[in-house]
């Protein structure tokens, strides 16, 4: 990707935005390759890819979720996001850092908290532990943290930004597969109550990050840093995976949404993520068929406009 431009109602060289500047030609934000949030979405494609397309991902797209594996993996991602904010806190003010803390609009540690109670009961503490993967995740965030805190960036770029973008869509699916209340207990993880306009905020911290004055090594050291932290999240699905086939069969929460996604069955040609690498592909006349023939029906219109919806979130995710 080596541009993105969004439109913008006002002319002009630079506009602010809710204390970032965004560069702009004639009224439109230009992002350039060199930018770093340009460099870290080409840098990052490949290997985002893979993450999606790991077996635990794609079941979850499907609506298959284990209740166990999900707790287990917000188990991981409270680890991972004490680390990274306890880093972040303690390095606010170092220059390559200071322009992205946002810890009213982004930190999730106190939500995750609250997941894990709903979940475990009031003595969740007592009940987790950090997996091997999660440890080396960990691990390498503390360091960084001592060592090179430009490198946070990574991190903070990879997990929020997208908890910001496809996370939404997630939250969607794990609520209607776990039938978990209406109210929000145990998503709280996926709610910003912080941010009004996601899109908004992204755009924000784009701007933070492209403004930093990093140089060409720097960087790269950054996206480098971001490709190890999709496969740290590969690593826990990997483990995960390894989880939920140690589990009986009746411990499966949810069979295939109906009404979220209809009746899957397994078949990945219906998930949305497939949906989706064909519609990118070229794919487009199987998804217009696809469409037509559930819009015949009243079912299928529910799970088109599920479809719809989650092809908007990860969407969001590559146009970040």
Partial sequence: MSAMRTEDAADGTSTANGGGVVCQEG?????RPTDLSEMLAAGTKEVHEKAENTEFVKDFLRGRIRKEL????????????????????????????????????????????????????????????????????????????????????AHAYTRYMGDLSGGQVLRKVAQRAMKLPP?????NFYQF??????KAFKQLYRSRMNELELDSHTKQKIVEEAVLAFQFNMEIFGELEKVGKSLQDDVLDAAPVHGAHGEMQGDISQCPYYAAKMAASGGSSYICQMAMSMLKNPS?????????????????????
């Fill in 183 to 187: 109210t929000g207990e145990g998503l």
């Fill in 27 to 31: 009224g439109v934000t230009v992002l």
């Fill in 193 to 198: 109550d912080g941010i009004h306009s996601a």
């Fill in 300 to 320: 299928g219109q529910v799970i088109l406009a599920a479809w719809i919806a989650a092809l908007a979130g990860l969407a969001a995710w590559y146009l970040m």
């Fill in 70 to 153: 999900f707790k287990l993996g917000h188990v991981a991602l409270y680890f991972t996001y004490s680390a990274m904010e306890e880093e972040m806190e303690r390095n606010k003010e170092h220059p390559d850092l200071a322009a992205l803390y946002f810890p009213h609009e982004l930190h999730r540690r106190d939500a995750l908290a609250r997941d894990l109670q709903y979940f475990y009961g009031e003595d969740w503490q007592d009940q987790i532990s950090l997996s091997p993967a999660t440890q080396r995740y960990v691990e390498r965030i503390q360091q960084i943290g001592r060592d090179q805190p430009a490198l946070l960036v």
